[in-house]
């Protein structure tokens, strides 16, 4: 059954007292902040001459780097995809500062439902975690992103009791050698 979300009739669904709302920053409040979009909250927050703006913006930066400049600031996180999570975790460790330690991240499936240019943002991403000495793990269908890879475990041969083998082990270019692969046969179309 679908989420039944009422409109609260006291504030008009802004979760704000109007006293809350009559406080504005450059024109605007609370309510209008938590209503733009990342990709709107750096620009406006760019605009402004204080320091502290450019703070926050530079804050919100890898939101829009792991391609969540469409995400709203106030947006519930239960309405966030799996991979949009998984994207706002990356995006809060690059945001963090520089750490000696080195972590392992595993990402299943974090492309379900980029666009493209927001794949190549996400690698980006992959790549400044591998830059800085952690290492990536992702579990993934998508072409553009396992073309990428520095190493590829395939399994299969097929789902369920069909599957659960190794496949291959190796480099891309090692996968697309193999004959009767299903994998192999999807990367060789977009290697070509």
Same mark, same amino acid.
Request: aromatic residues 8%; proline residues 3%; negative net charge.
């Given at each position: 059954m679908a989420d039944v979300q009422m409109v609260c009739e006291s504030c008009g669904g802004t979760r704000f007292k109007p006293d809350i709302l009559e406080v504005?920053?450059?024109? =605007?409040?609370?309510?209008?902040?938590?209503?733009? /979009?990342?990709?709107?909250?750096?620009? *406006?927050?760019?605009?402004?001459?204080?320091?502290?703006?450019?703070?926050i913006a530079d804050k919100l930066q890898p939101l829009a780097s792991v391609g969540l400049s469409y995400v709203k600031l106030g947006q519930s996180s239960s309405t966030l995809s799996g991979g949009e999570?998984?994207?706002? =975790?990356?995006?809060?460790?690059?945001?963090?500062? /520089?750490?000696?330690?080195?972590?392992? *991240?595993?990402f299943d499936e974090p492309t379900t439902g980029l666009h493209f240019h927001d794949i190549k943002k996400l690698m980006d991403s992959f790549n400044a975690l591998i830059t800085k000495g952690h290492s990536v793990?992702?579990?993934?269908?998508?072409?553009?992103?396992?073309?990428?890879?520095?190493?590829?475990?395939d399994l299969g041969p097929e789902g369920g009791d069909a599957g659960g083998y190794v496949n291959f082990e190796g480099r891309p270019e090692g996968l697309i050698e193999?004959?009767?692969?299903?994998t192999a046969k999807a990367l060789r179309m977009k290697m070509q």
């Amino acid at each position: 059954m679908a989420d039944v979300q009422m409109v609260c009739e006291s504030c008009g669904g802004t979760r704000f007292k109007p006293d809350i709302l009559e406080v504005k920053y450059q024109g =605007k409040n609370i309510n209008d902040v938590l209503n733009m /979009s990342v990709e709107e909250a750096i620009n *406006f927050f760019m605009a402004q001459k204080e320091p502290i703006s450019h703070r926050i913006a530079d804050k919100l930066q890898p939101l829009a780097s792991v391609g969540l400049s469409y995400v709203k600031l106030g947006q519930s996180s239960s309405t966030l995809s799996g991979g949009e999570s998984q994207r706002v =975790k990356l995006a809060s460790f690059l945001g963090k500062e /520089s750490s000696s330690d080195s972590t392992l *991240f595993i990402f299943d499936e974090p492309t379900t439902g980029l666009h493209f240019h927001d794949i190549k943002k996400l690698m980006d991403s992959f790549n400044a975690l591998i830059t800085k000495g952690h290492s990536v793990i992702v579990v993934e269908h998508n072409m553009d992103i396992v073309k990428c890879a520095d190493w590829i475990i395939d399994l299969g041969p097929e789902g369920g009791d069909a599957g659960g083998y190794v496949n291959f082990e190796g480099r891309p270019e090692g996968l697309i050698e193999m004959e009767h692969n299903y994998t192999a046969k999807a990367l060789r179309m977009k290697m070509q």
